[in-house]
């Protein structure tokens, strides 16, 4: 008789870490990730310079400088570029004009927030610009931690990134968002006022939008199956209506203030309460871009610093096609030479 080979869900019951493993698991990756922060704010105070010797460089070069990052866009990575739909392409072909990072919650000392992020992107204006009126668009993105206690006595925690909604003057019929956009910051702008949320018309205006969208994106997707939607099914402008979560920067504070207070008690070996991550589903029927955080960090820590390489990879693909356009007329020629050369056949009368 064979033996009983255990199933693999049997191993993984039999080998459940005892309550002390798994604090010391949680304090590994806590501490794993307060490593990555350091290496990241030192990363940012030693390229600083070097980015600023890079800008200079594209502003000075006459030849390449207004579509130096329509290129860095065009050569993006899968990443970046599967949220960039075709009529965003033609957006940003025609009116984008540069882009910058900044890690503006780190100060020239190195303290502060490394992963808090400004994005700005510059666009020309006027005939250049069938799309918007904007010159320039600014999204700042605010690295942010909640704790919240629930009834049943239970911690839960969130931390990420948080924005508001950056509006878009449109050109007449030509929203790429489709009204998701001003949804969402008109939202924005009345919960300023006052109020609860489910209560404000906004609310359910742009809950009807992304429900409106969805469905439409679902009839596009079954429809054009060569230029399939972005995986949240917007506009890459929707970008711009990203909030992630509501949670002030003092709020912010304090968390992180028992956090640096938990992790000193957890290196002394002592135990300590954990935390569960926390969704907030509320929030969630309202953000009209759920890769808003995903996208971000890869437009700052890949667009954006390995710019000069994209651009490169941009002039290479050219060069190429250029190759491969002159070797198709080469043959195109030879086969006019060949058929002229050909004795022509009789006609018979």
């Not at 008109?186 to 205006?205: N, T, V």
């Amino acid at each position: 008789m064979a033996p009983q080979i255990p199933s693999f869900d049997h191993r993984l019951e039999e080998n459940q870490p005892t309550d002390a493993q798994e604090s010391k698991l949680l304090f590994l990756e806590e501490k794993r990730v307060r490593i990555e922060n350091e290496i990241l704010r030192r990363s940012i105070l030693e390229m600083r310079d070097w980015y600023k010797e890079r800008d200079a460089f594209i502003k000075e070069s006459e030849q390449f400088k207004d579509d130096f990052w329509i290129r860095v866009f065009a050569s993006a990575p899968a990443e970046i570029d599967q949220y960039v739909t075709t009529p965003d392409a033609s957006a940003l072909g025609s009116a984008l004009k540069s882009m910058n990072v900044e890690r503006f919650e780190l100060n020239e000392k190195g303290e502060g927030e490394p992963r808090s992020i400004r994005l700005t992107f510059e666009f020309f204006t006027g005939e250049q610009n069938p799309f918007f009126e904007n010159d320039k668009l600014v999204k700042e993105f605010y690295w942010r931690k909640r704790s919240v206690q629930t009834d049943d006595g239970r911690v839960k925690s969130w931390e990420g990134l948080v924005s508001e909604p950056v509006r878009i003057q449109w050109k007449k019929d030509m929203d790429l968002t489709k009204g998701l956009l001003d949804a969402a910051c008109d939202l924005a702008e009345a919960e300023k006022k006052g109020g609860d949320r489910h209560d404000l018309p906004e609310f359910d205006i742009l809950g009807n939008k992304v429900v409106e969208l969805e469905a439409a994106g679902m009839e596009n997707d079954e429809e054009d199956l060569d230029f399939p939607s972005s995986p949240v099914g917007v506009s890459f402008f929707g970008f711009f209506g990203y909030r992630g979560n509501d949670i002030t920067a003092e709020e912010s504070a304090a968390v992180t203030k028992k956090e640096e207070e938990r992790f000193a008690r957890r290196s002394k070996g002592e135990q300590v309460d954990e935390e569960e991550e926390e969704v907030d589903e509320d929030f969630e029927g309202i953000e009209v871009y759920p890769d808003g955080e995903k996208l971000a960090v890869a437009l700052a820590d890949v667009l954006w610093n390995q710019a000069l390489s994209l651009f490169n990879n941009s002039l290479e693909a050219g060069s190429d096609l250029e190759l491969e356009m002159e070797d198709l007329e080469d043959d195109e020629e030879d086969e006019e030479d060949e058929q002229e050369q050909r004795p022509k056949k009789k006609v018979k009368a």
